[in-house]
């Protein structure tokens, strides 16, 4: 299942040092892991960018638990870049 209310962008800086910015709506947010816990459902969600010619990339996971709730901050893999988050997740319990 997606995750489709996010918010903001992340800035990645390439290891030539030119930056780009990567609006929320093109992370394309996945549901990728579901665990049962004590207060219901973990969902860990990714959404990746990569350069056009594949010289960097950048991967932005959040976890929802309990539902409804994000747990900790985002964590950013990111590969020859860094990354910066200005994101906001909307996590909606249905």
Do not use: K
């Amino acid at each position: 299942m997606p995750l489709n209310d996010v918010q903001g962008s992340i800035t990645v800086t390439d290891n030539n040092g030119n930056q780009h910015t990567i609006n929320a709506e093109d992370l394309d947010f996945q549901e990728v892991e579901r665990h049962e816990r004590e207060m219901g459902p973990e969902v860990i969600y990714t959404g990746e960018v990569q350069a056009e010619d594949s010289s960097w990339s950048a991967t932005v996971q959040v976890t929802e638990y309990p539902l409804g709730q994000q747990e900790g901050d985002e964590d950013i893999e990111t590969d020859n870049c860094t990354a910066q988050s200005n994101l906001t997740f909307n996590f909606q319990v249905e």
